[in-house]
């Protein structure tokens, strides 16, 4: 399979910077979701989901075709949740039409964590809605109840090393998880909408202990309320992960940099961008004093 980017010559940066402003105004704007932790999370994670579908074996899946708005890919139980995402998205989509929902979806991500304080992240559109027919089929997306040597190979998969693997998995240090998405639950109180390296911080300072939760799911609890899945906790078992574990803790700015890179890697696999593609670093609300 291959999905070469549609370069569309009518839209400049200008064009994206106001679908990426409309979607940081209202991040501002409904920030009661989620017990106020606002919408950041869940449209990264929807940047996520929409693109970790991706096969490296045969180049199928991933962010391209926009499939996520399709039934079969949006009621993936391992989508459950990101249909509040996707309703966020509506309106601006509206009154943006001319985007492909591969774009959206991912230029939504990028914002949300750019707005979290987090890196700039470069993002490249050319995205192309495919039909119905090219949607993957469900079971793509990783299980939370596993080991390093599923996370490795999970990850390979999507063309990710070790240092791309854990970095990636930082991501964790938004939002959370809730028993009605995913069967887990917490962390409670300290869940938190600011894009820094406390993930790695906190699986290293925390004492963790196994528990069934409330839906019977295993998981890591901490006696300050923190949490961690399994495949989080696998980042410090295995000892090449926890090498660069203790890095990203101990250097916020070498994790925010192989963050960005891999982030963009994710939100790009499978699709081939032409020569001089256009390539965007968005300004923040911040950076234009909105
Ligand atoms: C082995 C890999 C991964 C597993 C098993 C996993 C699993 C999960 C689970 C079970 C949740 C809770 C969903 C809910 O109950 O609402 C979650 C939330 C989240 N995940 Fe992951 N995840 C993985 C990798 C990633 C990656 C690579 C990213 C982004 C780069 C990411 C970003 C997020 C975010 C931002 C949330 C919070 C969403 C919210 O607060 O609504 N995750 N993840
Ligand atoms: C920084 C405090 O948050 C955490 O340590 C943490 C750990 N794992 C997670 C796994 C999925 C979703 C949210 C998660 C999360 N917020």
């Not at 495919?130 to 040597?149: F, I, K, Y």
């Not at 980042?235 to 992960?241: G, R, S, T």
Request: proline share 4%; aromatic share 12%.
């Amino acid at each position: 399979i291959v999905h070469i980017a549609a370069i569309n010559k009518d839209r400049t940066i200008d064009d994206y910077q106001r679908i990426y402003n409309k979607i940081a105004e209202k991040i501002r704007e409904d920030d009661e979701y989620d017990g106020y932790i606002g919408y950041g999370p869940v449209l990264v994670r929807l940047g996520w989901h929409s693109s970790g579908t991706y096969n490296k074996e045969n180049n199928s899946g991933g962010s391209y075709g926009g499939t996520y708005r399709f039934k079969l890919e949006n009621s993936d139980p391992s989508n459950n949740g990101l249909q509040n995402a996707a309703q966020f998205l509506d309106p601006i989509y509206k009154e943006f039409n001319w985007i492909s929902h591969g774009d959206l979806y991912t230029l939504g991500a990028v914002c949300a964590i750019q707005e979290a304080q987090g890196p700039k992240i470069k993002w490249r559109p050319g995205r192309v809605d495919l039909p119905e027919s090219a949607t993957p089929e469900n079971g793509r997306l990783p299980d939370a109840v596993n080991g390093a040597d599923y996370v490795r190979k999970f990850y390979a998969r999507l063309r990710m090393n070790d240092r791309e693997a854990v970095a990636l998995t930082g991501a964790h240090c938004l939002g959370r998880t809730h028993l009605k998405n995913s069967g887990f639950d917490g962390p409670w109180g300290a869940a938190s909408s600011s894009f820094t390296n406390e993930f790695f911080i906190n699986l290293l300072n925390e004492q963790w202990k196994l528990q069934k939760n409330a839906a019977g799911n295993k998981q890591y609890d901490s006696p300050k309320g923190y949490m961690m899945l399994e495949t989080d906790y696998a980042l410090i078992q295995d000892p090449i992960y926890l090498k660069i574990v203790k890095e990203y803790a101990n250097n916020e700015a070498s994790f925010f940099k192989d963050f960005a890179s891999s982030f963009q890697k994710l939100l790009e696999n499978g699709i081939d961008y032409p020569k001089g593609a256009p390539e965007y670093i968005f300004k923040t609300l911040d950076d234009q004093d909105m």
